[in-house]
RNA sequence: GGGCUCUUAGCUCAGUUGGUUAGAGCGCUACGUUGACAUCGUAGAGGUCACUGGUUCGAAUCCAGUAGAGCCCACCA
């Protein structure tokens, strides 16, 4: 079955690199050799990252990639620099999220609910979920090059987590800070359980206003109330006014009937109302309104509960009983207007609070709940950030985590759910196996008494999650790995879970540890689409990190994230940027083939003699010196970007060493070329070994970045042995006996004249085969520099693609040449028979021009009083130098334009 | 109602102790394939750094205000 199809329409470069090739390959040599585990017993300091725990029904997302790839940065570079680098992964049974999953498909591919299975069955069904695509979001990270030590892998129900959880619950019962309240809570009909205040998200909805008549019990006449949920007037308690309303003063303390319901309530007076509000008269509803909540307990009035749990109106609703909320409301205003009591109806927009999981509009009900009262932990972790214990990064955020602590509020940790940890509180039982209310109960980890039954709810995901950083650890244990692993280094999280875990984190490791779980928290921005809209199922407008690491390769999809992760700021991806990635890669690829093809290897590929360079720095060429000297920069500014966690700093400036100064200057001097007979000259060992010597350098500054590519080439510059990886090598250290400060400012100059002369060769369309003549007129007070050229005679020709060069302080013009002025030096490249006289007047004015006006700029400044005198000397010495060297080359310019006749 | 962020080249964005002739990537223009890379090279065009005022010898950078965009908190029925 041979088909010959498509060979041209897949026409690849043999040349370009393929990722696929080798990626797999690699992650599989790290993990087996075991470069990703930790050793507790090494002595050396640590860095310790714990991964923020996806969800066990997660898929990776770009969100993922991104701060996976900042977190596997950093633990690649610090494992580099020597640190024992631990960096912790799991898993969150993610409460509410897994169980609406395994429920939806309960309901689809068996027509069967929750509660049809049973408690026990349907957790064992949940774990069966776990079990099959909980280890799918890990494989997916693997394919990223994530280097996490996954023999440390935890869960946050496996059963050391899931005794830490319930430890700390009776700890914090123990100290107080943990007790059951009746009040109105954040009722979600969708998920069936009460959500914390940081789960709802409060919404702008249109809705109405609808005005109500309230009929007085003696006498003629009303009250109108203004609402926007009707259906909760059925609960109704009191009218409330403000009692410095004139309007209403009289009427305080009468009764009036309520409609529907035929019930007596009184009319009250509470400065919380409005006047100016509506009717400026409210409905009080204690039972479903946080604010009718708190008029009832001030006034002392009764709550009457009429919708409940399943969001329908209950048996207190009369003949509405059983009506869903919001077709009761319907049903309700229908009524009201049938009996002359509405009033009107108004348009009217305003917040509606939307529970985060299920999208539906949630219901305060008055609900038993277990509370964690926060203010006790609220001020140690507001104290460690203020006094620097704690840095974010951005700097900003914690002014957001100071807003949310200061005004903290007790942490509804209850959760009407079956999947989570159930909460460690065990009641007594009467006869008849329910509940015996009139005895204690009794909080423990461990069933107190035969026949005593535990509390049916479970606990809120993130009473788990925010035990994290230790309880992966081995904590409440003494082990090993918490002595030596715990504080933790940096937090890697989005701005999206501040609140939720975070600051959590934080409370929780003061509290049961005493330390802070880490010293440093790096914020990264979202991922948004081209557009900047959050990326979502329903828009489709996600982007699948995992499409984008298989079009173009895990390393450049890591290589571009971490360009674009700057600052925290959001980050609007276009897929097409993946593509600056990947070219690097390819660019990285190809630099080595440039003095790879040169070394004699063995079938992998590998070397089968090592390059070790003989020359000492002071006989290096100068492009030699100069890109030792840029390397050395370079170094210290990626090690310096990477402490302050810029991370996109660091990546551009390796970009730039790379591929500007690596790749476009030094390996275009040191590369061979072809002899006249075609045929490819050999390279001398030396150049070649320091070729090797400084790209070994480049792939170790790269290797956080784009781990696969840089182990990958790492084995073909050198013979090793098996465990000398790259991703075990040091990190590189600036040395200053491999700079030379001068050769950088010559190699400079050279960069320069070698420009100008390829913007003369531009300008008149000299092609790159055609040889040139060039006369460099180096300037008068820095003769110096015509030594310097001399020497480097052969690599400014073959960088300019000149046949004659001449040097000197006071070489005539040639005739019919272009000039150019390079830092006082003039460039003359003639041009007999190019030229045209005209356009270069043309050139050369244009040029003065712009000279003028940037010296007058100069001039303007240093003639100001106040400048020269208050400046620092410094500054105003630049600018004197800066006008001597325009106008030194303003004069030589006009003489060149003079010159042309 | 309070708070935060953003506004810099056609597009996406860098630019922290205030002193540059304001940068990058993509896009655009011209030229270029005799063995690193066309996923490339060379040379270029392109910006009153949103606006107004202030501080300063000097502001994209600090301060105040204005306008637009976005986000987070908040109990006005």
């Not at 000197?808 to 013009?813: I, P």
Request: glycine fraction near 6%; aromatic fraction near 10%.
């Amino acid at each position: 079955m041979s088909n010959e199809t498509s060979t041209s329409a897949n026409k690849t470069s043999t040349t370009a690199y393929d990722p696929t090739q080798i990626e797999a390959r690699w992650y599989r040599y790290w993990e087996d050799g075991g470069f990703f585990r930790a050793d507790a017993s090494s002595g050396k300091p640590t860095h310790v990252i714990a991964m923020p725990p996806p969800n066990v029904t997660g898929r990776l997302h770009m969100g993922h990639g991104l701060q996976d790839t900042v977190q596997d940065a950093y633990t690649r570079l610090r494992r580099m620099q020597g640190y024992e680098a631990l960096w912790i992964p799991g898993l969150d049974h993610a409460g509410i999220a897994t169980q609406n999953v395994v429920e939806r498909t309960l309901k689809k591919t068996e027509g069967k609910t929750r509660h049809d299975l049973g408690r026990e069955a349907f957790v064992e069904r949940v774990y069966d979920w776990k079990e099959e695509y909980g280890e799918i979001i890990l494989q997916q990270k693997r394919r990223l090059g994530v280097s996490a030590d996954w023999s440390r892998q935890r869960f946050t129900m496996d059963e050391g987590f899931s005794r830490a959880v319930q430890h700390v619950f009776v700890k914090l019962h123990e100290q107080g800070l943990i007790y059951k309240g009746d009040y109105l809570v954040n009722w979600d009909p969708g998920s069936g359980t009460v959500i914390s205040n940081e789960e709802v998200d409060n919404v702008e909805r249109d809705g109405h206003l609808w005005w109500i008549q309230y009929p007085f019990v003696e006498g003629e006449g009303h009250i109108t109330i203004a609402t926007t949920r009707p259906e909760t007037m059925l609960g109704d308690t009191a009218v409330a006014v403000n009692p410095d309303d004139d309007r209403y003063r009289t009427l305080i303390g009468k009764k009036v009937l309520l409609p529907l319901a035929g019930r007596e309530i009184p009319i009250i007076a509470d400065a919380y109302v409005k006047a100016d509000f509506g009717a400026g008269a409210l409905k009080v509803t204690p039972a479903h309104d946080e604010n009718d909540f708190a008029l009832g307990q001030r006034h002392g009035l009764d709550s009457v509960t009429v919708i409940d749990f399943d969001a329908k109106i209950n048996e207190n609703g009369g003949h509405y009983a059983g009506m869903d909320r919001f077709a009761a409301r319907k049903t309700i205003v229908a009524d009201l207007e049938k009996a002359g009591l509405l009033e009107k109806v108004e348009p009217y927009r305003h917040t509606v609070p939307i529970s985060s999981r299920s999208k539906q509009v949630i219901e305060p009900l008055l609900s038993p709940q277990w509370y964690v009262r926060m203010q006790p932990l609220a001020d140690r972790a507001l104290g460690v950030v203020r006094d620097g214990t704690i840095t974010f990064h951005p700097d900003r955020w914690k002014n957001e985590y100071f807003r949310w602590l200061e005004d903290i509020r007790d942490w509804p940790i209850s959760r009407q759910l079956w999947w989570g940890h159930r909460i460690p509180v065990w009641y007594y039982t009467d006869d008849r196996g329910e509940i015996d209310e009139h005895r204690p109960f009794v909080v423990s980890v461990d069933q107190p008494e035969p026949g005593m039954v535990q509390d049916e709810d479970v606990l809120d995901t993130w009473f788990s999650s925010w035990l994290w950083p230790f309880a992966t650890l081995g904590w409440p244990h003494e082990t090993d790995d918490l002595k030596t692993f715990y504080p933790g280094t940096v937090l890697v999280s989005g701005y999206d879970i501040l609140f939720f875990w975070i600051a959590r984190m934080i409370m929780a490791g003061l509290h049961f540890t005493d330390e802070v779980p880490y010293t440093d928290v790096f914020i990264t921005g979202m991922i948004k689409d081209k557009q900047g809209r959050w990326m979502s199922k329903s828009l489709g407008n996600g982007i699948d990190p995992l499409d984008m690491i298989e079009q173009y390769g895990a390393d450049a999809v890591r290589f571009t994230l971490s360009v674009l992760c700057a600052q925290g700021q959001d980050i609007k991806l276009d897929p097409a940027k993946f593509e600056g990635g990947r070219n690097f890669a390819n660019k990285i690829w190809n630099a080595f083939r440039v003095f790879g093809r040169f070394m004699v290897t063995d079938v992998a590929g590998r070397p089968v003699s090592d390059h070790v360079r003989t020359r000492s720095f002071d006989e290096l060429d100068l492009v030699e010196r100069w890109m030792l000297t840029r390397l050395q920069e370079g170094i210290r500014d990626i090690t310096a970007s990477m402490d302050r966690y810029r991370i996109s700093e660091a990546a551009n400036r390796i970009y730039d060493l790379f591929w500007r100064d690596y790749c476009d200057w030094y390996l275009e001097l040191i590369k061979p070329t072809n002899g006249a007979d075609g045929e490819l000259r050999t390279m001398d060992p030396d150049k070649l070994a320091l070729a090797v010597e400084i790209y070994e350098q480049l792939t170790k500054l790269l290797h956080p970045f784009m781990p696969f590519i840089t182990e990958d080439l790492w084995w073909r510059l050198r013979p090793r042995e098996e465990d000398e990886a790259c991703i075990a090598a040091g990190w590189p250290e600036a040395d200053g006996a491999l700079e030379d400060a001068d050769a950088a400012t010559a190699f400079s100059l050279i960069q320069d004249l070698v420009t100008a002369v390829r913007s003369v060769r531009a300008q008149y369309n000299v092609p790159p085969s055609k040889g040139i003549a060039v006369t460099v007129n180096v300037d008068a007070d820095r003769a110096d520099l015509v030594a310097v050229l001399d020497v480097n005679r052969a690599t400014f020709a073959s960088l300019a693609g000149v046949d004659t060069l001449s040097f000197g302080t006071s070489l005539a013009k040639p005739k019919a040449s272009a000039a150019v002025v390079v830092d006082r030096h003039e460039v003359f490249v003639p041009l007999a028979g190019m030229i045209d006289l005209d356009q270069e007047r043309a050139r050369l004015t244009k040029e003065i021009e712009q000279k003028q006006g940037f010296l007058r700029g100069v001039e303007r400044k240093l003639a100001n009083e106040n400048f020269v005198s208050r400046a620092p000397e410094a500054v105003v010495e630049k600018e004197r130098q800066k006008a001597a060297d325009a106008r030194a080359e303003i004069a030589k310019l006009e003489a060149n334009r003079d010159d042309l006749g």
